[in-house]
């Protein structure tokens, strides 16, 4: 006969496992150091390392850098990569999160005209609020309501063609909304092309090198959606065994699945609001993680984050480096390896829900 | 008290009412069969006590009317068993039965040393035990039902609907699992409402059978008096006859070359 201790043992959601965590976290760090390491001036991580410790007040260490690197470390490397970091995060938890909520597999902020909906309401709100309004304040905003229309429009579209069982209808749909959202917002750019000259390289996807301005801008967005997908986790567990189920385990559906979409499509406005239309991260990193830890949502979304931080740091350092001085466009980058890896995931999907 | 009460319920979908002014009682322990054709009612009355779909009429249990509960103190008086659960298979066998536990969670919250056991009980009921660290995905059908099963006792609920509990496995897995069933009924006092095709299984284990065709309930009562070889032909369109061999009821279907309508 076995205690009831013992038997305790056998019970217990695996969570995070230290191996996993670990290897997000070592797959994070070596991507930051790759980012501020890599670049046309070759400062050294020595000096690097120095310079970081001098921030810090360590006693006894002063930067060896000259003045001018310490500037292209501290005002242009280090904000980009950071940016990188957190929007790549964003998008990848984004990406998980629709997939649990959704029960699909396919789910991802571009896949779902989530993005291409951002896009629109930051151009919209770059053309035509009147000056004073114009603010940096306004994009993230203007582009969370073209973001929310987008993931309305895409769910109900794919559910009244299928009624929300089949994973590719809904992926269906979001390619129609986005072919729209891009349109308009095609249009709207070309209407206005002396006022919105740089619009066509951030609807393209890049990481603008703006020292910590942008960082600064999207910090209170990504950190709040990314707290409350994260305090859900276990949630969203339950919520991809299905509306049913779910309920009959006592939760409530239309209101949990409300709060982590409004939550997913904040991180992903915000993020496009700075960074344009970044495609696949979403797909990506979640399923890259599924394939190797074979985890549940409850794990599945912490190591996201982290994850597709460090994924989005590397992706920048090919976007930058590639065709050097020239930089790609960042979601070019993206797209070059996400759209074969959504073919793999598109073929062991078969259509189903997950 | 009666553990499930229904008055007057009535359940329209399209327009049509599928469940139609049904008034029925459960006693507490007692294993109620639904029975009938397909499309008779029996998948949507069990959604009904579940409030997972919208009704006319009231249902309460153990004297309180779900329409005023919230999900999770319904949840925690009842759990479904569905017909076809879905078993995401990068979960744990461990991590599913603590799914079960939700309803006793605050909608934050991880589970804790209680949930745990919970589970852990469960599991052993089960004879799962040594299952909690396998994949969904690494089990047969039968061990996949099992789990199912687990998970709903994980939740510990008094009440316990199955919508087809047997469909998917063979003869020999559907009786252990319903010997199971009867086991735990007759361990923890639950009350079960099984909806089941299988007339001769269900006349094995169930205290009553409730006849359901078109929404309405046409027979209850013992399964002896529930299955017989008029109501089959009236309500099934089936010809079959029913033998009784040392008390136990047996549903035997006719084989007719000419179909008479």
Known sequence: METAAARVAYVRPRGLTPLWAGAAVAFLVGALVIGVLVGPIDLGLGPILESVAARLHVPGVSSSLSPTDNAILWEIRMPRVVLGALVGGMLALSGATYQGVFRNPLADPYLLGVAAGAGLGATLAIAYLPEGLRGQQALPVAAFLGGGAAVVLTYSVGRSASRGRDAVTLVLAGVTVASFFTALQTFVQQENADTLQQVYTWILGSIPSSGWSDVVLILPYVTLASAVILAHRRVVDVLSLGDDEARSLGVDVRRVRLVLVVAATVGTAAAVAVCGLIGFVGIIVPHAIRMLAGTGYRALLPLSVVAGAGFLVLADVIARTALAPAEIPLGIVTAFFGAPFFALVLRTTRGGAA | ?261
């Open chain 2, 1 to 261: 008290m009666s553990a499930v009460t229904l008055d007057d319920v009535t359940v329209e979908l399209g327009g049509r009412p599928v469940v139609d002014g049904i008034d029925l009682e459960v006693a507490p322990g007692e294993w109620l069969a639904l029975i009938g054709p397909n499309g008779g009612g029996k998948t949507t009355l069990l959604r009904a006590i579940a409030r997972l779909v919208s009704f006319a009429g009231s249902i309460a249990l153990e004297g309180r009317p779900t329409a005023t509960m919230r999900r999770a103190e319904l949840s925690r008086l009842l759990a479904v068993v569905p017909q076809e659960p879905s078993t995401p298979p990068w979960l744990t066998v461990g991590e599913y039965v603590l799914l079960g536990r939700t309803p006793h969670l605050g909608a934050l919250a991880k589970e804790g040393r209680r949930d745990r056991e919970a589970a852990a009980r469960a599991l052993a009921r089960l004879d799962l035990l040594a299952y909690g660290d396998r994949l969904l995905g690494t089990l047969s059908g039968g061990e996949k039902q099992r789990a199912v099963v687990a998970r709903a006792l994980a939740q510990e609920a008094r009440i316990v609907l199955l919508d087809e509990p047997t469909a998917a496995l063979d003869i020999g897995h559907q009786q252990q699992a319903l010997d199971l069933l009867d086991v735990l009924r007759a361990e923890s006092g639950l009350t079960l409402v099984s909806a089941m095709h299988d007339l001769t299984l269900a006349a094995q284990y169930a205290d009553r059978m409730v006849l359901l065709d078109r929404g309405r309930v046409v027979a209850d009562g013992f399964p002896r008096d529930v299955l017989t070889e008029e109501a089959i032909a009236r309500h099934y369109g089936a010809a079959a006859d029913i033998v009784s061999i040392d008390g136990r009821i047996a549903v035997v279907p006719r084989r007719s070359l000419v179909r008479n309508t």
